[in-house]
């Protein structure tokens, strides 16, 4: 049998699947989706699952008992993982940056870390060349600047989906795009910000590595950089791998 992780985000599900043979296999769901997404998977092993949204968990645990999947190891907090995380409040320390750290510390990479994950909020973290989360900043993601933008003023248009002017251009003469390159702007140009206070400290060594959702918007403005898609779950296989083979 094979392997099942599982991140309970802020508003998606992801998970990834592991047969015997190591072929893998996964996919995202909304909250709302959970039981039908999951519906045809097999019996597998062994389960990780990573959580910042308690809510959605009853759900996620009916399914796995109704499927006789074997009990979970619930990663819910960076106080899941003491030697991982360094923070002042690790029980305050989400489970997905503790993750991503701990992926890190687990590749056998050489050298400090500044992660950057991009999702419903961005943070930009350092981890030692141990793999040990130090701290960091948190900060709205994409999708939260453009919902805050839009709840604080409904009377704006709605944003503009083609790509905005270039940076070169001074402005925007038409109301959608300019909310568009507003805010791309306010979500590149911070997270660059954060990763420059980070890296006044970790030194400039330090790899910039991008995971979460939406790190194809911030990729190519924050070379030198490396992506990681899924970094949470590659640190949930590596809690299970630590497990099984001890």
Known sequence: MGTLVIDIGNTRLAWRLRDPSGVVSGGSASHAAIADALSSLPLVEAIAISSVQRAHEGELQQWIDASHQPPPIW???????????????PHRT?????????????????GPAIIIDAGTAVTVDAVNSSGQLLGGWIAPGWSALQRGLQQAAPALPQMSEEQSEEASVPWSG????????GIESMFIEGVLGLRRRV???LGKDATTVITGGDADRLLSALQPARSQPDMVLDGLERILESRIHG
């Open 75 to 89: 990663i819910r907090s960076g106080a899941d993982l003491p030697t991982t995380v360094k923070t002042d409040e």
């Open 94 to 110: 989400g489970a997905d940056r503790a993750l991503c750290a701990f992926a890190w510390g687990c590749a056998g990479e050489q």
């Open 174 to 181: 038409e109301t959608s795009r300019a909310i568009r390159g």
């Open 199 to 201: 890296e006044s400290e």
